[in-house]
């Protein structure tokens, strides 16, 4: 029975994980431009132009999907944060390292494009909201983590201090889905509730839901890349990786 059991940790170690990333990255990636191809699709050129907003609402299909990531991925990072914390693994501080810059950039444009949205709904580029004063918390929070783990030379020192603000920083990420709800504030509240169901129209939610599936594989194809190229920073004095070079230059 018990060679039967799944190994769960067969995949913790940099040198078992590198070639799967390997495997899973171009094929996530491909699925993100499919998937993001049909949602751009669906959102510009077939979604009915809203009534109150005119055309320029389209940019949901971009600021939501986005927004939505910008916690995912923080969320992520906290998970990768413990699991290094807890059980000292060199793979999690890699992983929490390769998903952060993709979170800070997710984070950017989710302020970005709310300032466009924003302009014509509220007549201004910014006010202090508490949703987008706590997305721009998000921002710092990412920006921070990257700064602090590229200030310490050691590399496992720098994936410890980094891990423990993702940790702490990760509390803000339910202020931020839950400022609309617990104060008085500007923001509209969720179009799409799992509660609820969604209050727009099939062909906006299959749009916006589509944009969410292309930014999620996007995610993970280009965090599956960064991790590998810090695999063989890091592991570039072992055995594998100098065979794994050798190989890659006789190939080409």
Known sequence: MSQKMIHWFHFSS?????PLAGRLWPLCAALATALGLAGLWLGLFVAPTDFQQGEGYRIIFVHVPVSWMSMVIYLAMAFWALLGLTLNTRLSGM???ALAPTGALFAFLSLWTGALWGKPMWGAWWVWDARLTSELILFFLYLGYIGLTAAIDDPRRGDKA???L????AINVPIIYFS???WNTLHQGASVSLSQGSSM?????WAMLLM???LWFYSIAIALYR???LILERERSTQWVNDWVRQQGEAA
């Open 14 to 18: 940099p040198q078992t994980f590198f």
């Open 95 to 97: 992983m929490t390292r």
């Open 162 to 164: 980094g891990g423990v």
């Open 166 to 169: 993702a940790l702490v920083g």
């Open 180 to 182: 609309v709800k617990w």
């Open 201 to 205: 129209a099939q062909t906006m939610l």
């Open 212 to 214: 969410a599936l292309s």
């Open 227 to 229: 991790v590998r190229t």
